[in-house]
Every structure is written in structure tokens, then in C-alpha cells.
């Protein structure tokens, strides 16, 4: 089972930008798909954006298009997600997350990391 390690969060102000990197162990990267999750306090987790085993393939929540960019280096065994004009409503702690099957379906990650916290103050 292949390890994630999430990093780059922290707090920004309403508008800002913050990149965050999930480091993966243990595996190759390249045969997984991978995903970017978010859970405020008391609500459930959301899925945010995932990228294909290739890189050639993205999906993203309605609520991040256009502000979010997914991208994966595969030597680099790392995947990232670029955030731009960040809102209050971002702050979550988000998670990255790796599956074996297609990115047609948004279920089927099967490893998760421990998550990486993201606060925008307004």
C-alpha cells in the first residue's frame, strides 16, 4: 500500500494562494490515481480534484474550477494542488489520497494521508 505525506498548509488571507504537495512511499507512483479531499469541522469529507495515473486526465468539484489546478511528477513521486483566490469557505483540513482504478470513478482510493490543514481568514 502506497504511503502519502500531505504538506504546504497553513493560513492565508481571503484571495491568497497556497500550494500543497503530497509526497507518496512505498510505490510508484505512476500506477495510481490520485485525489485531493477536504473536510471542514462537522461536515463530511468532499472530493476536490483528481488526476489520472498519466497525468492527462483532471476532475474538479464545481466549487474549485478555475481556482484549483491538480498536477502530478511522477518521477518525483509528488502530487500537488495549486490553490488561487482562496475563500473562507476553502478552509479545511484537505487530504490526498492514491486508487488503482480510473479516474471515471470518483471512488476507490484506497490509501489515504493524515491530511494537511488550510484556514483563509476573510
Known amino acids: 500500500q502506497v504511503q502519502l505525506v500531505e504538506s504546504g498548509g497553513g493560513l492565508v488571507q481571503a484571495g491568497g494562494s497556497l500550494r500543497l504537495s503530497c509526497a507518496a512511499f512505498?510505490?510508484?507512483?505512476?500506477?495510481?490515481?490520485m485525489g485531493w479531499f477536504r473536510q471542514a469541522p462537522g461536515k463530511e469529507r468532499d472530493f476536490v480534484a483528481a488526476?489520472?495515473?498519466?497525468?492527462?486526465?483532471?476532475k474538479y468539484a464545481d466549487s474549485v474550477k478555475g481556482r484549483f489546478t491538480i498536477s502530478r511528477d511522477n518521477a518525483a513521486n509528488t502530487v500537488y494542488l495549486q490553490m488561487n483566490s482562496l475563500k473562507p469557505e476553502d478552509s479545511a483540513v484537505y487530504y490526498c489520497?492514491?486508487?488503482?482504478?480510473?479516474?471515471?470513478?470518483?471512488?476507490?482510493?484506497?490509501?489515504w494521508g493524515q491530511g494537511t490543514q488550510v484556514t483563509v481568514s476573510s
Open positions: 489520497a492514491a486508487g488503482l482504478t480510473s479516474i471515471v470513478q470518483l471512488t476507490g482510493f484506497s490509501s
Open positions: 512505498g510505490r510508484t507512483l505512476s500506477n495510481y490515481k
Open positions: 488526476i489520472s495515473q498519466s497525468g492527462g486526465g483532471t
